[in-house]
Every structure is written in C-alpha cells, then in structure tokens.
C-alpha cells in the first residue's frame, strides 16, 4: 500500500493562516476595548465637570429661594400687621415655600410668580434642562433643607440630597452625598419690630453700624440717627424678630438698634418713657433706672446694661 505524501507547504500555510486570524481577532478585541475604555474615560470627565459646575450653582439657586421666602415673609407681616407666630415659625414656612412654592397656603409658584423656578422642583427642572443637553439625567433624593442663623447677619440654607446623576447611554453614574449651604444677607431687609409694633408706620431696614462697639459719644448720635445695628449678646435675631420674639436669642446671634423716637411723634405715635433699645421699647420689659448720656436729646435714655455696651 502507497503511503500518502504530507505536504508540508500546505500546513505551513495553514498554520499561518490560523495564526494570521487569532492575531486579528485579539488585536481587534483589544481595539475595541481600548475604544470603550476611552469613550467611558471621556464621559467620565464630561460628567465630572458637569458636577463640579452644578456644586457652583446649587448655592446660587438656594440663595434665590431664601430670598425670596424673605421677601414673601416681610410682605406677609406688612400685610396682616402680625408675626408669623401664629401657628407657624421661620422654619416651617421656608419649607413649605421651598417644597410647594406657597406660604401660608397661597401660591407663588405658577408661572409669573415669585417662587416660580426657584422651588425644589424648579431647581430640578433647571438642571434637568442643562443635562439634558449632555444626555445626562439629574435626580435629587431625599432632599432636606433646613434654615437657622450661625451668625447675626446672615440667614444660613443647607440643603442635604443624594446627588444622582445617571448616563443615558449607561456609561457611567455619579452618586454622592451632597451638602449645600447658601448665606442670605440680612441688611436691607426690613426689621419686623418696627412693621408690627408701630402698624407698619415706621419702617426699618437692617444695616450693621459702621462704628466700633463701646460707641464713642461722638459717634453716638450718628449711630442713631443712621437707624444702625449691632450684635447682641441678650437681643432677638433677625429669624427670631419673624416670630414675634423679643427675648434673647440662641449662640449670640441677636440684633438691636436704638429706637429714633422723633419718628414715632412724627406719625402721631404717643412715645414711651422707657429704654429706647428696640426689644426692649416694643415689649413690656421696662427696666430701670434709665440713663440719658450727656450731650445726647432728654427723649434718649438707656438702661444700665446698655449703658455700659454703648460705652457712655
């Protein structure tokens, strides 16, 4: 029987063949593992930037939606002539204004509102439309806000939320916990002590006095005159003034002016023989004995306490 020849050309390029296609296909395998790589990188950075331009704007978006609770809160008192004590505080109605865009019920969310945009949904809505443009989707979940006062002069904002935001193409998903905190000046603000005790006659906006503290009696009577405020150690704060209260305030946070009691004649507002520190003159505290400084008006007297603060 004749034995077969075996062709070892054929084999060889067989073999090279077989090799040349495993060469191909890893190379290709690799290729495009390079090319998915690069693309889920470049996303990545995409959204990292995206994140980092949202963390800028949250505080601003914030800070628009606690001024103009402010806002809607003063015109409130201005309003009814009454604290917002009366079944509410500051906290409650900043919530109800920051989830439902109402306060005390009526609304200031629809469209031409003042709280149109700027209530958590609104906030959303407007992130939203900036990821939609970069096929990115937004969520904040459980969002908490809270509100308080961490010094005399400004309003403080913290809104905690799981920031979640998703790739439409499923690349990639960024999830943290996120901590914004926005500042809400007080000054210009009106002082409510004034719009309710005097029935909205008098007005007085929330400056800081430009002088040192003691006072010197030089500038004392400027500091009066000019309706100025300084930090009180046994005053009501700015939130605290929204509710009514004129006691002291929690963490050395309170205000207090001196109460320009020519004004009040001015409006046919009989004035009271008391110490003209505004908590003190709107409320039914009457400390004595009552000191009137040298080279200040005979209507001008202070209690001993505020003697010694106001160094005369």
């Known amino acids: 029987m004749k034995r077969k020849k075996f062709n070892k050309k054929g084999m060889f390029f067989t073999i090279m063949t077989i090799a040349v296609l495993s060469l191909f296909v890893v190379s290709y395998g690799v290729h495009s593992y390079v090319k998915d790589r690069t693309a889920i990188n470049k996303r990545i950075e995409t959204m990292n930037n995206f994140v980092f331009s949202i963390e800028q704007d949250l505080p601003r978006k914030l800070y628009l939606s606690g001024f103009r609770t402010i806002f809607l809160i003063e015109k409130y008192i201005a309003e009814t002539g009454s604290y917002i004590s009366n079944g509410d505080d500051f906290n409650s109605l900043f919530q109800e204004a920051f989830y439902d865009g109402s306060i005390k019920g009526v609304d200031h969310a629809s469209e031409g509102g003042i709280m149109y945009g700027v209530t958590l949904s609104g906030i959303l809505n407007s992130l939203n439309d900036m990821a939609k443009d970069m096929n990115m989707n937004i969520s904040l979940v459980n969002p908490v806000v809270s509100v308080g006062q961490e ?53 007085n906006k929330i400056n800081q006095t ?29 939130i605290d003034r929204l509710e009514g209260k004129k006691t002291e305030s929690v963490e050395g946070t309170g205000i207090e002016s001196l109460v320009y009691l020519p004004d009040l004649s001015a409006q046919g507002i009989p004035v009271k023989d008391k110490s003209v520190v505004d908590y003190i003159y709107f409320s039914v505290s009457d400390p004595d004995p009552l000191t009137t400084p040298d080279g200040m008006p005979d209507w001008f007297k202070l209690d001993d306490p505020h003697v010694l603060i106001y160094g005369v």
């Open 151 to 203: 010094d005399p002069w400004n309003v403080k904002i913290s809104l905690t939320t799981n920031l979640l935001i998703e790739d439409d193409g499923n690349l990639a998903l960024w999830e943290r916990l996120a901590v914004i905190n926005s500042y809400v000046p007080i000054k210009n603000f009106e002082d409510p002590l004034y719009l309710v005790e005097t029935n909205g006659l008098i007005t």
């Open 210 to 238: 430009p002088y040192d503290v003691p006072v010197l009696l030089s500038d004392l009577s400027n500091h009066v005159e000019g309706k100025y405020y300084i930090n009180s150690s046994d005053g009501p704060s700015f």
